[in-house]
């Protein structure tokens, strides 16, 4: 398992989409926000995967990073899989902390880093799908855009507002 947005809203819970089991790094290992990558960029991904199982290890556990791109029809982009060897609850062997290398995007945007492990033997399949939320070479603040203020009061006076 790792922490899954999805199973855990199943269960009536709040989430974060900063996943405490995806972690970005760069190349000399220093931890990067999820709202800093830059674009065409090499960064390594840090997945903890969790067992809960005190009986059974998941030996050659398959896991599987992908990205979601978000307005260009939600399609999934391979990034790398691996198998690990995955011990009990309680062990030396768990958590497991596989590491990928993924090179970003040249086209900024938001992207959707995705953990999914493959398991057949699985108890609760539902929490082996993990999502970080990615703001790759996207302006933070100070940004500037312009809206319409209008006066309830007064229809006939509206302005323009520059931030």
Known sequence: MLYSQQWLMSQGLAVTWDNPDIQLFDMLDHPVSSSDPSPDTDYKVLVRIWNNSYDAPAVGLGVYLSYLHIGFGNTSFPIANTGV????????????????????????????????????DDANPNNNLGQENTLIGVAHSPAQFQFTVENDVNWLESRHVLL
Do not use: I
């Open 85 to 120: 060897n995955l011990g009990v609850k309680g062990s030396a062997h768990c958590p497991v902390f596989p590491t990928f290398l993924w090179h970003t995007p040249t086209v900024p945007g938001h992207y959707c880093l995705q953990a999914q492990l493959d398991w057949t």
